[in-house]
């Protein structure tokens, strides 16, 4: 594990359109309680936050009592408002480094249902461009944080990375998103049954000619499924995205080992339904956007090509920071 | 002890001079690994009988030998197998699994105890089958995945496989005391059908809301798995205060310290351990806030909950181990870091245990 910060604040929009900041910090428990929640004039808060973060805790694999976690609200949310829990949960992991986000967070989110994980929905109706909202159409689930399936959801869903590289400000990791539902009626052509709302035709037709050719390769998944897939940036180009999608589709379908973390991939190919990893354009720029932006970890994919021009110290860089690469030729188990 | 021996024997011969007792022992070796045995038995090859007695102190018998269990010890008869199975090393990924092939080995001499004796007198109760054992051996696994101790990402390299292998061979020798002949990746799809699974879950999710939609709102209680607190409680405690001091002994001989430091925190640490295995060994009973006095159920389930989560401690302390036995200088003070933190789990979950209420300062 990184060395956890000692201090975390996550925030969140209120219904009246102010913010609430919640402040995590972490010190020895020294035998007092495990978590300890203080919200000016509102003590009904404060238990339920405590509840609630107790309760996300059982999702985590690793259970560490040596740390006491102390979380403040900054003011009292309004009647009813339960917006907050989401940033609750995510200072909490935040300050002991379970998560280890690189920029501050505005989080909306509630849930019925912390225990399993789940986010069930937000009350705030618009959220802003920026701000992280649980519920369906944002964050699902806190595993979804890190692209993972719920494996306790009826649709699945998975998310994979990929470096979007253009030379300009926009640099950065671009998510694409694969959903699938299990399809009653057997016997459709696949094709038809992907949907891609976000992209325009041409690309629809090509995002449906991969998955087709993947899920070929992969011999299952063919007339089994309703497929929508979903890009978090939609104006990019070139097909380095393919291997990105590939591996978000197998996850999604429950047929790929997982990562702990993100899984940050590039790669075309012009045979997918031979399983092949082609190499793609602009090594250099892509690897130090990885470089930048893998944390603890993360698994980075790569065409196998490029594991001869790999930059020095590319490799230990990722190594250290707990985060593992490796280079491809094919998709599937070894 | 001689002469309750002897009378035993006695009575066994005298009772059915030729007969075997009846014990069925087709399903050994092929759907159950260890099956518990009546005295008199004949040992069938190639089986060997191992007898535990009340301290959980156990001994082997080869085949051949004639069960002849003393005052209190209970007797298995355990096929080495070949045995195969099935294991699914991430929930969310139930298409993709390992197909492990393991056998119980004979006694290592070496050793003081055997790991899978100890495992068959803390753990199994009765009969061990081997889909029972393969859910234990599939929690074990996705746990250390989970946590990150064994690293199985998307596209694995032969590396990062052949790494993967030496951690899980020695994770399931340590835990459970079986070895690992063979492990490979196999699709499960045509056996464990994704798709199948998510339609019967939307399924049963449907089902769920329309008669939800009439009672009101459901309400959000604080969810709470049912269990029966004294069974829970009997065996967490049973397993903690037999496997306690194998893993106390165990873990001073995994680590030769190489400096004063380090032989400071290994025996800081040995000694933490035998005050938790102390403290388990006089824990008050589950039903009593003092002598004579009952304890409120819901604070009987409060304490069975904290022996689970020290029983899920121990599980860890024993895949730590694991570790510790294949790692080299490199990885131990990481190592030391993680046992810090899973006594330290131990020890908050056996005062917990211990405590007749929660105190005041722990509820605010």
New interface residues.
Partial sequence: MNAPLTQATCRSVSLDGGTLTITATRRPRA???DV?CSAPGAPAVAERMQ?VVR?ARHTE??????DQVVLSLDRAPGEGERDWELAAVLADRMVRGVIQLTEPVIANGWS??W?LGRIDGRMLPKPAAGVLAGGVDGLPHL?ALNG?????????SARAWFPMHSGGDQDGLGWVEVS?????RAGQDDEDTISVPDLDAVRQSEVRAVLGGSRHFD??GQG??RTTVRFGESRFSGDSYQLALV?AD??A????????GR?IATGASSAWHAGKVESVEALAPKCALIAREAAA?D?V?LPKEWEAALPQGLREELRAR?A?L?C?ER???? | MLGSLFKDALRGTLRSPLRQPDFDATRLGRVAMALPAPNGLTVPAPCAAVLVDRGGRSRRLASGARIAALEGETAWCVHPGPYACELAPFAGAPEIGLQVHFAIDASDPRATHQRFDLFLASEAGGAVELSGFAALAQNALQRELAQGNLELPPCTTLEEWNAFRSGFNQLMYTRFGVTVDDCVPVDLGAARDYAATLDARLAAQLDAVKPAAHDAAPVAAAPQEAFVPACEDARALRRLFLELPCLMCAVRMAVLPADQDRFRQHQELLRRLDLVSLSVGTMPALELAAPGQPLAQEEQLRRARHSRRAAAALDEAWALLARLKIAGEGPLDCLFDEADRIVANLETESQARRNATVPEELEA
């Fill in positions: 035998g007092r309680a300890k509840q309760l694999p690793r259970f560490d009592s040596r019925d249902a225990h595993g993972q399936p719920d494996p306790g959801a009826g649709i699945s699938v539902r299990p399809l009653a011999g299952r089994q499924w591996m197998r996850m379908r429950g047929r790929e080992f997982l990562a702990r899984v970890g698994r994919l707990g593992s490796a491809v998709i599937g188990i070894i």
